[in-house]
């Protein structure tokens, strides 16, 4: 299982609670897209996570972007998933995004808004904030490995599933 987390927003360390922080304890590997803002909030994902495929965010400090890309492309049980904050165009930008990386999916934060959108060429995924949700509920994403591809939930802070997905693999 993978977990999804975005915009932590944090000065001392990861902010993980409730089945945010279970669900990032027990995956194989934790998904962050960004705005961690500190160093020592990233530090603390290093410290609870597996493994950790992380990016950048616009409120991070210099010291986080000198770490880590603004985008990355990786494989998740086979499927191929393109990380980023945020691409200008809204989800238009976003799905040409994955589509330039040939992705499944793209995985986005920014909006701290969770969000499943399909479109043409991949599934779009906001995890929103699990931190600081400004007015939405606090969430995270599970991605499972499931045949040919990911099901996928956004979970609330309590674990109560507020979407549930599907992305196929192209391999």
């Keep these: 299982m993978f977990a999804v987390l975005s915009d932590t927003h944090s000065r001392s360390g990861h902010e993980l609670v409730g089945d945010a922080r279970e669900t990032v304890e027990r995956a194989d590997a934790t998904i962050h897209a960004g705005d961690f803002t500190t160093e020592a909030a990233l530090d603390a994902f290093h410290d609870v996570s597996e493994r950790l495929h992380a990016v950048h965010g ?8 000198e770490r880590l890309p603004e985008a990355r492309t990786i494989e998740l049980a086979g499927v191929r998933v393109a990380l980023t904050h945020r691409q200008r165009g809204g989800p238009t930008g976003l799905a040409m995004f994955g589509r330039e990386r040939g992705a499944d999916l793209v995985i986005s934060g920014h909006t701290h808004r969770p969000s499943v959108t399909e479109t043409d060429y991949c599934v779009l995924l906001n995890p929103g904030s699990h931190a600081e949700p400004r007015g939405n509920p606090a969430s995270h994403a599970e991605l499972t490995p499931d045949g040919n591809g990911l099901a996928g939930e956004i979970r609330d802070r309590e674990g109560a ?5 599907r992305v196929e693999g192209r391999n």
């Design 161 to 165: 599933v507020l979407e549930s997905f």
């Design 58 to 65: 616009n409120s991070d400090t210099d010291a986080v972007r």
